[in-house]
């Protein structure tokens, strides 16, 4: 068919946890403008266990941008070239004839990698786990609609809590802060009415959270948002920081 | 065997209340004496891990993605269902219950689908609760849509991502729990096997993915909330994860499979592209709202869409049933696509697809309007084909989304084997023959977090929190069991992919147990699937070792299950000579070429019990009372 690529893929190799990793060569052959980037790995990985060598390791799952799962660092950009995407959202139409491709997992101390471009984002859950909820048991509740909120407010909300934890931030990051993503949930959370009886507990304890998992301080370059597929905006990060000050200043934990 | 549903006595509306009384409670203090597994972590297994160890119970959850985040719940778009009648438009839980039952084609158990309704206004509560940002009005109320199936607007929604919103609520609670210390999480591990002991649930077998150790966990009971099959048909909408192993492992232990062939076909997707393809991508069936469905008039018109004029198109689903037109239901819907195109009038390279167009309601509209309204869909339809559907129709088909069958439970959600429970599309309790949008979300979270916390009470307290014997023989047997099949998987070193196993089974399963089925097809894919299972196990090429991340064993073993389970979906559909719902047998068409059920022969659910290594399996029947609605024949003329 007219307009299939030949491509040269980088992608990084790493057997384990322990090993060493490198990057290896790989062709690429006879690749439709119209496979996703995912399904271009397919292609290559079912001609690599033809020829006996072991296919490539990589996270993903929905294929559709939102479970999070896929995570590849594409030619020094965190989901690649395009904005606003994810990396199986990513078509191969973004891409030329004969261009050399590197693939790598996603770079940081608290995302170690399991094997080649599968990384270990459990540090993620944890933080999550640290505050990042209301804490209401299931049960009868009172009414929905006992509890009126501005709609503007109830879409600033939704564009906060449409991260979808890939750590594409963490990656982009020099610092590899997971500031944005911390703050998408405390920005989420401190918004609602629901979310303000634990609002000051809640953003330290996750912040706690974060630096015990190694992620670094976040020096505002906004790298993070320009990655972010879900465009999770610099706004957020300025609530949290307003929630964490308020709270350093009269929460009881102080 | 005798199937008993335990279906309470009383008034539809009194059942559930009744039923929550009658059933035995565990004491606060006791709770903690007992272990209880949850597998999945999606809408279902989130809100059932959460809510069991709120109340007390000591909870291990499993998941093989590496968060339980990203369960496929996350991608369900529409929206949740819920008797609220907040627009004041007429609805009520009956309502919800009687709209339920009759797109499920009547055949669904009444009561079940009632309880449904009953703890749908629940779910919206709670969920606000947590802090789901639900769309609003700019009063600060909730904003409702409609969706199919429906005269009334009960869709509640956050905007194209309703279920990751859910998900992530019902993550968020998971979470609470797992950081007290009450829920101990597994991610990345695979259960592949239950542990039996006198008949009774007592444990699984489970792969950590990342290191391949094998290992068992014991509980007094385990709870099933591992999603549905569709990916038997190598593509569908599902995650590339999704699979059925937990669930027909579950089977092979004597957990009845019910209405394996009840598939739905989703009308609106993203056609295939080419043989690379790996996935197919929903486009949300809010579309026909204003989208028109049409063909050429002429077969094989290679014309781009606006260089045929209006008198050369077909609006075939405004031609034939003029009082629905666009908005028939999903089944409908796509088997009349099918029908066109397997007639020749198919558009786009593989003429396998219909054209779905938005010039008119840019016309009436305007562009701006029909961009708020689906912007996001476009833009995702764009950037998949990289088509520009504000100026050229959508080229849209079919897709394998849901499956309606799954493990036979009764009205306590339990499987024919005590201890042993499925919730959420792992059963198949509650959409019949067809799932209406927007109740996929509703029966996940209204089994996890209202109907199961009640209902494994009863068991719990009719066994006693005695701990279970890790050292009995059972758990060593079932974790070698897993150890050879794994060797096994990895001995063959054949030449054929994984991938190329899947692919040729989900070709089959499509060619002839897809949109519409007769006998002689299905008679022909029996064969071929059990060839094909056969070929599987002498040459397959599974690369690696047991003792790390290995993508392709992983695979390995759920292909392995889909070619069991493809055959059983194949004779479910052959012994079923009806056509109802998702479910279109060729022979059973009225004149106008319409699904004909036929209620005196075949209203009950058929649910199979597994014999033995390719021995065929025993059919059970539970016959279905309609006590409260009335069975017709749907006409959306």
């Known amino acids: 068919m007219s307009g299939h690529m030949n491509l040269t893929l980088k992608v990084w190799r790493q057997k384990d946890a322990k090993s060493t990793g490198k990057l290896e060569n790989y062709e690429a052959k006879d690749i439709s403008p119209d496979m996703s980037f995912l399904e271009m790995i397919d ?7 033809k020829k006996g060598v072991e296919p490539i390791a990589f996270d993903h799952d929905c294929r559709e941008g939102i479970c999070g799962a896929c995570s590849m660092y594409i030619n020094g950009e965190a989901h690649g070239p395009k904005r606003a995407i994810t990396t199986c959202q990513l078509h191969m139409r973004s891409f030329h004839d004969g261009e050399t491709i590197t693939i790598e997992p996603w770079r940081a101390n608290a995302f170690p990698v399991i094997k080649d471009l599968v990384v270990d984002r459990s540090a993620f859950d944890r933080i999550i786990q640290a505050g990042g909820y209301v804490s209401v048991n299931t049960g009868v509740t009172i009414d929905a609609n006992s509890i009126p909120i501005e709609k503007e ?51 330290e304890a996750m912040i706690d959270q974060m630096e015990e998992e190694g992620f670094g301080n976040c020096t505002n370059t906004e790298a993070c948002s320009a990655v972010c597929p879900k465009e999770i905006g610099q706004h957020h990060i300025a609530r949290m920081n307003r929630e964490f000050f308020g709270a350093k200043l009269s929460s009881p934990k102080k | 065997m005798k199937l008993d549903s335990k279906i309470p006595d009383g008034p539809l509306a009194d059942k559930w209340t009744k039923h929550k009384f009658n059933l035995k409670l565990v004491n606060p203090a006791n709770k903690r004496k007992y272990n209880i597994i949850v597998v999945g ?44 009648n907040y627009p004041n438009d007429g609805d009520s839980v009956y309502r919800l219950f009687y709209d339920t039952i009759k797109g499920g084609d009547y055949r669904s158990r009444e009561a079940n689908v009632h309880r449904l309704a009953e703890v749908s206004v629940n779910i919206i509560d709670q969920c606000v609760a947590q802090g789901v940002p639900f769309a609003r009005e700019y009063g600060g109320l909730l904003d409702n849509r409609s969706f199919g199936g429906a005269q009334v607007s009960r869709t509640f929604y956050a905007r194209g991502q309703t279920g990751q919103q859910l998900l992530l609520g019902a993550y968020s609670a998971l979470s609470r729990q797992i950081h007290k210390g009450t829920v101990k999480m597994h991610t990345r591990e695979e259960m592949l096997d239950l542990v039996m002991i006198d008949g009774q649930a007592k444990g699984i077998v489970t792969r950590n993915l990342e290191t391949g150790t094998i290992d068992t966990h014991s509980a007094h009971a385990v709870l099933l909330c591992t999603g549905g099959y569709g990916n038997v048909f190598f593509l569908s909408t599902n995650a590339q994860g999704s699979n059925v192993t937990a669930a027909w492992r579950a089977h092979k232990h004597g957990a009845l499979f019910a209405n394996p062939c009840f598939t739905q076909i989703h009308p609106t997707c993203i056609p295939v592209s080419g043989d690379h393809q790996s996935k197919l991508t929903l486009m949300s069936e809010s579309l026909r709202n204003d989208g028109r469905v049409w063909v050429p008039k002429q077969k094989a018109d290679k014309r781009k869409a606006s260089q045929i004029p209006e008198n050369e198109r077909d609006y075939f689903l405004e031609r034939k049933y003029p009082s629905f037109g666009n908005l028939v239901p999903r089944d409908v819907a796509s088997r009349n696509a099918k029908e066109q195109c397997d007639a020749g009038f198919g558009v786009g390279t593989s003429g396998l697809a219909v054209f779905l167009d938005f010039a008119d309601a840019i016309k009436r509209l305007g562009e701006d309007t029909v961009r708020a309204r689906y912007g996001n869909l476009f833009d995702m339809y764009a950037q998949i084909t990289g088509e520009n559907p504000y100026a050229e129709p959508m080229r849209i088909y079919p897709a394998v989304h849901y499956t309606m069958g799954g493990l036979w439970v009764d009205y306590n959600l339990s499987t024919t084997i005590p201890g042993l429970y499925a919730l959420g599309e792992a059963n198949f309790s509650d959409h019949g023959a067809n799932r209406l949008g927007a109740s996929a979300l509703m029966q996940g979270l209204a ?24 050292n009995h023989p059972a758990f ?69 070792t047991n003792e790390e991340l290995n993508q392709q064993l992983e695979r390995a073993g759920r292909v392995a299950d889909f070619l069991e389970l493809g055959e059983l979906m194949v004779v479910d559909a052959l012994a079923r000579a009806e056509s109802c719902g998702g479910h279109f047998r060729e022979e059973s068409q009225t004149e106008e070429g319409e699904a004909l059920r036929k209620d005196d022969e075949y209203c009950y659910v058929s649910a199979w019990q597994y014999t033995g290594e390719n021995q065929p399996e025993v059919l059970h029947k539970e016959e279905l009372n309609f006590e409260n609605v009335k069975l017709t024949q749907r006409s959306y003329k």
């Open chain 2, 447 to 470: 089994d996890g977090y209202y109907v199961i916390p009640s209902t494994v009470s009863d068991y719990l307290a009719t066994i006693g929190p005695k701990p279970i014997d890790k």
């Open chain 2, 41 to 84: 972590t999606g809408l279902a297994g989130a809100s059932a891990a959460a809510s069991l160890a709120e109340l007390g119970y000591n909870v291990q959850s499993f998941c093989f993605q590496d968060s339980p985040r990203r369960a496929h719940s996350i991608a369900a778009q529409g929206g949740i269902n819920a008797a609220k």
């Open chain 1, 153 to 203: 407010i109830a879409d600033d909300a939704m564009d906060a809590a449409a991260c979808i934890g890939c750590g594409a931030c963490v990656a982009a990051c020099k610092n590899a802060s997971a500031t944005l993503f911390l703050s998408a949930k405390v920005s989420q959370l401190a918004l609602l009415p629901q979310g303000q009886a634990e609002r000051q507990i809640r953003v």
């Open chain 2, 476 to 544: 060593a047997e079932a974790k070698a069991k897993v150890e050879a099949q794994t060797k096994k998987l990895l001995s063959i070193k054949g030449t054929k992919t994984v991938a190329e196993y899947h692919r040729e089974l989900g070709l089959i399963m499509w060619e002839y147990c897809g949109m519409a089925r007769n006998d002689a097809g299905l008679r022909k894919a029996q064969v071929l699937i059990q060839e094909l299972r056969v070929d599987f196990w002498k040459n397959v090429n599974v690369t690696g």
């Open chain 1, 43 to 49: 292609v290559v990985n079912e001609s690599l266990i």
